[in-house]
Each structure stands twice: as C-alpha cells, then as structure tokens.
C-alpha cells in the first residue's frame, strides 16, 4: 500500500468533517474504468489508419478535456499537416473501435472500485460522478458494469459551458448533492481534474493513472493514492 498525504487543502477537523457528512464525488475515465489504457489503443489503431505520428503525446494533452477540447486538441496538432478536419476522422474511427471492442460491460474496471463504493454505500457517504464525457455515455458505461445504482448524481461533460481544468463540472456536483465543496473529496487521475477540484475549494485526492503526479498535483491534491483501495484506508484515517 502507498498512500503519500499531502494535505493541501484547507484543514477540517475530524468532528467537524463528520457532522457535515462528507460526499465523495468521483471522475470516472481512469478512476472507476481503466478507459484511457483503453482509449489509446483505439487511437494508436485509428491514427495508424492516417499516417498521424506523436499520438500519445496528443492524446496526453486531452485526457481529462471535453469532447470540444479534445476536438481542438487534435485539429490544432495535425490539421496543417494533414488538413482540416482530422480531428473530426481521427476520432470518429477511433470511437466505432472503442464502441465495437468495449461496449457491453467489457470496459475494464480499476483495482479497488467495487470495494470503495461498498465502503462509502457502508458509511452512507454520498457519491456522485462529475465527468469530461457526455452524461449519456457515462451512464451506459456505469450501467453495463452494474455500478450505476452507487450514485446520486451524474453530470457530464456536456452539463457545462467550460470544461476541466475549470471549476464549474465539479460546483455542479456539489450543488446536486447539496453539499459544501469543503465536506467533499473529489477522487481524480488527470491534472484538469484536481486542478478543478481544488479550483472549487474541495478536498482533491489523486490516484494517478497514466501519468504520475508532478509537484504541482502534490502542491493541489490533498493526498496522492496509489490505488482506490488506499484511498478507503485514507478516508479511515482521517474520518473514524
């Protein structure tokens, strides 16, 4: 287990944090399904099918963006070199793969996501999904993997004018819930995302998924976890 605490955020004593009910909210892309590991793959095939080179480092660039800021992502990198509307063929192709080889509850789940929701439901924690992708895929997604019941609330991407790193996907959330961003963790893996999180005053923790945490994530994150399992023992340590 290796959990690194980091505390950034604003201190909330232990009583104080449990009378006010503290609510999870939780990205769902590399947090809940190991979709991006996934997602890339049907770039990496989609891009192959054009010519595009440095797909990773583009890809890099979009995780934790709406479908908008990731269309621009792409068309800014290859438009010149391969005209317009790349972006709009790149991702077309790469969304029938992803559709064709995942749909149907074959999207992987990550490590610990079962036995964290079972914990918080245990707890009576409310939880919520605050993603970049459209609501109508996030509850497909939730659905066929038979987790959608462990939330109250979703909003997706196209809930909001601005997208991550802005603040407002997660203030949304919040309001739902109707909780104060400060009684509220919000579990991401992208740096839009806990740059949000923070940006909405609320207790980000980071499980890193594709890429690492760098100082400025451990400068905004309250903590850094290597998994969902060690964000259970996390929440433990500073609720009970």
């Known amino acids: 287990m290796h959990t690194e605490k980091v505390g950034a955020g604003e201190y909330i004593e ?44 583009v890809f890099d660039r979009c995780i934790g963006t709406n479908n908008n800021q ?20 790149l991702l077309s192709e790469s969304s029938r793969l992803f559709h064709e080889k995942y749909d149907g509850g074959r999207l992987p ?22 993603s970049s992708t459209r609501k109508a895929v996030v509850e497909a997604e939730l ?3 038979d987790l959608i019941d462990y939330f109250e609330e979703i909003v997706g991407g196209d809930s909001v004018k601005v997208s991550k790193p802005d603040p ?5 959330a ?3 819930l ?9 579990i ?4 839009n995302g806990i740059r949000s999180a923070h940006a909405a005053g609320m207790k980000p923790i980071m499980v890193p998924d594709m890429i690492p945490a760098d100082d400025e994530m451990r400068e905004l994150a309250d903590t850094v976890c290597e998994s969902l399992l060690d964000v259970i023992d996390y929440l433990r340590d500073i609720t009970e």
Do not use: H
Request: hydrophobic letters at 35%; a negative charge.
């Open 143 to 145: 659905r066929d993997a």
């Open 14 to 57: 232990k009583d104080d944090l449990m009378n006010n009910r503290y609510s999870v909210i939780f990205d769902m892309d590399g947090v809940i399904f190991d979709s991006e590991r996934a997602c890339l793959d049907t770039w990496t095939e989609a891009a192959a099918g054009y010519g595009l080179s440095n797909v990773r480092e």
């Open 174 to 176: 919040c309001d739902k």
């Open 109 to 130: 789940v990550k490590k610990g996501v079962k036995e964290i929701l079972e914990y918080l439901k245990a707890e009576n924690v409310r939880c919520a999904v605050a």
């Open 178 to 186: 109707k909780t104060d961003p400060k009684y509220a963790f919000a």
């Open 188 to 191: 991401e893996d992208s740096y």
């Open 168 to 172: 407002e996907i997660y203030l949304i």
């Open 70 to 89: 990731t269309r621009q992502i792409v068309e800014d990198a290859y438009a010149k070199e391969y005209g317009e509307g790349i972006a709009d063929k």
